[in-house]
């Protein structure tokens, strides 16, 4: 993540996703993710943003 877009998209995608909590840091280029989601099912919905 090297924008405000991207990690703004990452937030969008993951805002989705029932069961979880997260933070975007896009000083650490770091997101955070707590809950009961499989990682994969994270993963992917990042993925899909196309920003990685």
Known sequence: MSCEGCSGAVG???AKVDGIT??????????KVT???????VLEKIKRTGKE
């Open 22 to 31: 997260y933070e975007v840091s896009l000083q650490n280029q770091q997101v």
């Open 35 to 41: 809950g009961d989601v499989p990682y994969e099912t």
């Open 12 to 14: 969008r995608a993951l």
